[in-house]
């Protein structure tokens, strides 16, 4: 069954594709994640729990409700059958997730780190760039591995937005 999986299939190009839709997607989500947690983690404004709560609230939708939406804009923009198409169904997918593990890593950073870097004349982007950043690269990491693995594992939109064999990935492929 080995043998035929690898001869009978592009089982190496769907492997290849989800390589690379998930490290895609996973590199982007932490990114803007480690960004917009610090700001809630740290910042003090007005709304940020009304913010936290609608992050957490995006992730409640059942995929199967935005798909047809996602996909008509999609088509329109002529991003279906290729990576982009897949990348930013799956960044508003793992973005709310990413966003909500952060802001828990941050808020265990004593804050007293980043008063003495502004004493010593640091700004917001040096403290966290240098003081921040590298403490909280274990939640950075996690939340990376849980971001590849959602990516990684979805199914519905994969199935949708792709359906030339050329862009399928792994869990269409094996269906």
Known sequence: NYVSVFMDYPFLNYLKN???VSAITTIIAVLFASFAAYALARLHFRGKSV???????????PQISTLS????????LGLTNSYTG???????????????ILVTFFRKIPQELEESAKMDGATLMQTYRKIIFPLAVPG????GILAFIAAW????????INTDESHKTVPVGIS
């Open 18 to 20: 989800s390589f690379i």
């Open 51 to 61: 913010i936290l709560g609608l992050t957490l609230s995006v992730t409640m939708f």
């Open 69 to 76: 939406p996602i996909y008509i804009i999609l088509m329109h």
């Open 86 to 100: 897949l990348v930013i169904p799956y960044v508003t997918i793992t973005l709310p997730l990413s966003i909500w």
């Open 140 to 143: 950075i990491f996690t939340t």
């Open 153 to 160: 594992n979805e199914y519905l939109f994969a199935l949708t």
